[in-house]
């Protein structure tokens, strides 16, 4: 092995790439040939969050003019960083999804200063003033479609206990295990939500084990919000358990025990990023839609779905789709210790950042979050 | 057993009496130390293609890509100095105590703990100056790394313990701290959904090496190599470790405090996993969370063994897996391989290198006459 020798030669050599690397930044946003690039933090087909990016990168390779490059398990440290700028210098990328919540703070902000003219959208950030202009952050109130899966739970328990397998206790999976909570209530006033926590995202042992255990107590129909649902809904058709989906469309791994789901649809949103950057529209740097947004979606009802939970649920989605919307969290709820966390008289809507705050289970749902 | 009585031991053991000896008798050996580590890596490559081919792929464009990915320019030399740079440290955590025939794995602990400790003082420390809080830092992260490897050597000193099961414990013990007070008492309250502490502020983060990308990890790690090397075979201390290490009865009985060596080398080893995490967090990600269990202190273990733990070998073996972590990504990009085959290479390599153990001294050329 000689490093040295090959150093030198491409010390020069990498002079030149470089210099190719800034000329390719002050090419235009959208040149003939656009090339964007996709980082996954876990693998791309895991049924779940990674999946549900990949979905997204796929709709974009259909369309003419784009070339799509994608690395998968790009960890959460400098490791991106260097990802970015490789398909910066190295494939010539000029807009880039790295779509892990990790990757925002600091990875991704700082090859936003360093790339002042490629684009950069990031999934699930809070984008602020402070952060640079190229760069985005876009999510979805998937909570939407998790009240809609609640409602057909709720119908579809015998028990009136339902199970949820959640990764931490952070806002965003707070706000899920409430919003379908809130939904199955609507069915069944009486419904409960049994919620394990794993601890962590990705936890295949820790979730088949809470899968086990939420059957054992009783659970007949479960969801989850870790980043591979698999696991939880492979295990839970096993056990004869039904299931709500999570990310993605799970019902080919359990086509009988699959009820419905909450999945993430950026199939429509990625390739209207493109149709905005290409029309020389500016994508809002703060990127937010639910249901009627076409963001998130609710999977296909399965056949053990009876006509009364249709028809309900698709009552309330089209409450979400209207003009005036729905709001999930309204005045007058009660935590599952008894206080009252919103106001009588005040709904939050979706767009209320307080929700985004969220640090408390509603009633009904058995579980702590510390 | 004074110095020079060491000193002397190391002359006659490593080389022969220096009359009359041809160039292979003087430096058979050494040769032997790089021809069959290459040897290893090239059989390793030759069988990494074959399986690739086996996927329908071009094994040279794998080559060329691997080269380019990881040496081909000037960026990706930068990349993968950054990716080399905590693998030098984490492998010391287990090459250090190998002297004494110790198996420590538990480096990914030590780095978290180290990580943990750094971050505790930089933020005790907000207002001081940024050079005195980065040699708080290095201190910090010096001792709770170091402390957290010398539980281990304690665990086998006085009780008996399997060192290399207590320390791959302890990374899920320390893992579990690190969680416990990210999510708790040292929590931001603004890090919503990636429970993160406070920031150690941009004036305290140590910067990147003048002219590069490369952050001064690397630095660190190879000052750490060096004198970890001279340490070990250059000083009283490092014979009388390798003495132990050879046979603890005979060393005790020529009266070594092997106890005082056991806990002394296992500090040291912490330590240098501990300076890893404290970069990790002054250099890349500027307080801690829980992407800093990015794996790094696993990575070492492989660097260790294929550097068969000599100090100064780990340089070179940790720069090579930073390139095949480096180009990984190219390969994904390029070829369409799934991320799982770097680690397929990592593996076959590290099959090659152990087997090529039987190898040594048995080359009948190298032996020279005599």
């Known amino acids: 092995m000689d490093f040295g020798r090959i150093s030198r030669r491409h010390l020069l050599q990498g002079g030149a790439a470089l210099a190719a690397g800034s000329a390719l930044g002050l090419r235009g946003a959208m040149a003939a040939e656009t090339t964007i690039g996709f980082i996954y933090v876990g693998s791309r087909d895991d049924y779940g969050y990674n999946q549900a990016h990949a979905q997204g990168a796929a709709a974009l390779k259909k369309l003419p003019g784009l070339k799509v490059v994608e690395e998968e398990k790009v960890p959460e440290t400098d490791a991106v960083e260097k990802t970015i700028e490789s398909m910066i210098n190295l494939d010539g990328a000029s807009l880039l999804f790295p779509t892990s919540f990790g990757y925002y703070n600091p990875h991704m902000i700082k090859m936003a200063n360093k790339f002042p003219k490629l684009r950069f959208e990031h999934c699930g950030g809070l984008w602020s003033e402070k952060d640079p202009k190229n760069a985005g952050s876009y999510f979805g109130y998937i909570d939407e479609a998790q009240y809609i899966s609640g409602i057909v739970a709720g119908y579809s328990s015998k028990s009136g ?167 999930i969290f309204k005045g007058g709820l009660v935590d599952n210790k008894g206080k009252t966390v919103i106001a009588a008289g005040t709904d939050r809507g979706q767009k209320d950042p307080e929700l985004e705050k969220m640090d408390y289970l509603v009633e009904g749902v058995l579980g702590a979050t510390s | 057993m004074t110095t020079d009585a060491a000193e002397g031991g190391v002359e006659a053991a490593g080389v022969a009496p220096a009359a009359d000896v041809g160039f292979l008798q003087r430096y058979g050996a050494s040769i032997e130390y790089i021809l069959i580590p290459a040897a290893a890596l090239i059989g390793a490559l030759a069988v990494f293609g074959l399986f690739v081919a086996m ?123 690190l969680n416990h007070l990210v999510e708790g008492a040292m929590r931001d309250p603004a890090s919503l959904n990636k429970p993160s502490t406070r920031e150690i502020g941009a004036a ?61 080398i296992c500090f040291l080893a912490g330590a240098c996993a501990g300076l890893a995490g404290m970069i990790e967090v002054a250099a890349v990600q500027g307080r801690t969370n829980a992407n800093l269990a990015a794996g790094y202190g696993f990575t070492g273990i492989l660097v260790a063994f294929l550097a068969r733990q000599n100090p100064l070998a780990i340089i070179p073996v940790a720069i090579l897996l930073g390139g095949i972590s480096a180009s990984g990504g190219l390969l994904q990009r390029r070829l369409g391989l799934p991320d799982a085959s770097v680690l397929v290479l990592q593996g076959i390599i590290f099959v090659f290198v152990l087997a090529s153990d039987a190898l040594y001294g048995r080359i009948g050329f190298l032996k020279g006459k005599s």
């Open chain 2, 204 to 264: 305290n983060m140590i910067g990147t090496i003048p002219g590069t990308d490369v952050h001064w990890g690397l630095v660190f790690g190879l000052v750490a190599a060096i004198a970890s090397y001279i340490l070990i075979y250059h000083t009283t201390f490092g014979f009388a470790a390798r003495v132990a290490g050879g046979n603890i009865r005979a060393a005790k009985i020529v009266g070594l405090g092997v106890g005082k060596l056991i806990l002394t």
């Open chain 1, 161 to 327: 206990k339902l199970g949820f397998v959640a990764a931490k206790p952070i806002p965003q999976v707070l706000r899920n295990i409430n919003a379908f909570t809130l939904g199955a209530r609507l069915a069944n006033p009486k419904a409960t939500t049994q919620v394990i926590f794993t601890g962590d995202w990705s936890m295949p042992v820790k979730e088949a084990e809470a899968t086990n255990s939420l059957i054992d107590q009783g659970v007949d129909v479960l969801t989850c919000h870790v980043d591979g649902p698999k696991t939880m809904v492979e295990n839970a058709a096993r056990r004869g358990a039904m299931v709500c989906g999570y990310h993605v469309n799970q019902s080919p791994l359990a086509p009988k025990a699959y009820l419905t789901g909450a999945e993430w649809n950026w199939e429509a949103l990625y390739p209207k990023f493109v149709k905005m950057i290409a029309a020389g529209e500016t994508i809002p740097n703060f990127y937010r839609g639910g249901l009627k947004e076409e963001i998130v979606k609710t999977s296909p009802y399965g056949e053990a779905v009876s006509a009364e939970a249709r028809k309900h649920a698709d009552d309330i989605k089209a409450k979400f789709l209207s003009a005036e919307g729905y709001a």
């Open chain 2, 55 to 177: 996927y329908g792929k071009n094994p040279l464009d794998l080559y060329f890509y691997m080269y380019y990915g990881a040496f081909g320019t000037w960026f990706s030399w930068q990349n993968t100095l950054t990716r080399a740079a905590p693998l030098i440290l984490t492998a010391l955590c287990t090459a250090l105590p190998a002297q004494l025939g110790m198996v420590i794995i538990g480096g990914e602990g030590a780095l978290l703990i180290g990580a943990l400790s750094a971050t505790a003082a930089a933020l005790a420390m907000q207002g001081a100056a940024p050079i005195v809080v980065q040699i708080a830092m290095v201190i910090a992260g010096v001792i709770g790394g170091g402390l957290w490897i010398t539980l281990s050597g304690a665990l086998r000193q006085y009780r008996g313990v399997n060192e290399t099961i207590s320390s791959l414990l302890l990374v899920y013990i320390g893992l579990a701290i």
